[in-house]
């Protein structure tokens, strides 16, 4: 199982990190052992100071596939949830400054947060609000109408260059509000006012 994901496809959020907003689909993986489920706490690593949350909708794929149309895309998920890509700060700036691959700022194990998996038929997922509280606040509002590349035309570009898998997880990218994470923080997920995503962070 692989995870890729989206990087800067909220304009707001590509302009507050100071980013270019990309032509074309950024993309990066996280390996399988990123992913984490809500039952345990999030265990900050010791190797940074600066570790931000970064809320997504993930969709997850149900069918093999290459070369996928965005027409046709629809038929290879069909259900999602929402996701916090967790993000060494300190360390993706340092690497990025260096112009070097991001993976340990990215791919560490536990920074692929996913929620509670909803079915698609029951949501429109070109049109679907989404928000992270922390610690009760409001710090990121969403709605995917608002992504530059939307779920169909990420998987038309993806599946060029790797094969969909079963089990694959997509990232679609975060809205404006990315923050950092302190020990006894909590974070919730909601998609149309339903909560399905809960971490406590260590
Ligand atoms: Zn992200």
Known sequence: MKIIC???????????LGNEVPTEPVIFMKPDS???RQRDAFYIPDWTNDV?????????IHKLG?????????????????????TARDIQAELKSKGLPWEKAKGFDQSAVLGEFLPISEYDLSN???E?????????????????????SIIEH????FTLKIGDLIFSGTPAGVGPVVGGDVLEGYVEGKKVLDVKIR
């Open 34 to 36: 990123a992913v984490f």
């Open 66 to 86: 290459k070369n996928i149309e965005q027409k046709f895309a629809p038929k290879y998920y069909k259900d999602f949830t929402i996701g916090i890509d967790f």
């Open 6 to 16: 989206i990087g800067r496809n909220y304009v707001n959020h590509a302009k507050e």
């Open 132 to 152: 992270l509280h922390k610690n009760g606040a409001v710090v990121q509002q969403g709605n995917t109408r608002m992504m530059l590349y939307d779920i169909p």
């Open 52 to 60: 931000h949350y970064e809320a997504e909708i993930v969709v997850r």
């Open 128 to 130: 679907l609000n989404f």
């Open 158 to 161: 993806c599946s060029q260059y």
